[in-house]
């Protein structure tokens, strides 16, 4: 696999703090895939990190539909770009942009155990309803192990995400439809 190729390097100003923060760009590519870019603006003054994933191949909005049904399916490769939003229907979980969306790649079975992770510090933190919150983390738990059937969408407006595989389905989305 080759190594990001630094293609572009410029300071830009911290959307937290306002001080100077450096940006750099890099290309990438992905096997099986092709050209990714990799974005990274970092303030050394507060920390302040953002990161976004963009495929470099842009198609119009569409929804990328992805079913988990056996074991080894959550073992495709996610390509989330910021400003898309993530959900799992049977779930009821939505994962929608904020104004510093940042891009990811994963695999299903690694959102899966993020999801875990935060759905569990919410459960500590009694935010959750006791029952609602092991209900939850079952239901994750079997998912991340590809014991129980679900979707993921990726509504991607900006045209720059994918699910890689072969069962993966693309919906086109009408631009007057979208609710952002």
């Not at 939003?85 to 959102?111: A, D, M, R, Y």
């Not at 590809?146 to 407006?157: A, N, P």
């Amino acid at each position: 696999m080759s190594q990001p190729v630094k293609i572009a390097e410029h300071e830009s100003k911290c959307p937290v703090c306002g001080q100077k923060a450096m940006v750099e760009d890099y290309i990438h590519n992905i096997p099986y895939y092709g050209d990714i870019s990799i974005s990274v603006l970092t303030c050394n003054k507060c920390g302040f990190r953002k990161r976004d994933v963009s495929v470099l191949s842009v198609s119009d909005p569409r929804k990328i539909i992805y079913k988990v049904e056996k074991p080894g399916d959550e073992r495709a490769l996610l390509i989330r770009a910021g400003g898309s939003k993530v959900l799992i229907p049977e779930f009821n979980i939505e994962i929608s942009p904020g104004p510093f969306s940042q891009g990811f790649i994963t695999t299903i079975e690694g959102l899966i155990m993020d999801l875990i992770e935060k759905t569990t510090f919410l459960c500590e933190a009694k935010e959750g309803k006791d029952g609602e919150c092991e209900r939850m983390l079952d239901l994750l738990n079997k998912a991340k192990d590809g014991l129980i059937q679900y979707t993921v969408v990726i509504e991607d407006y900006p045209g720059r995400s994918d699910i890689v595989s072969s069962k993966t389905r693309y919906v086109k989305i009408e631009e007057e439809g979208k609710n952002e």
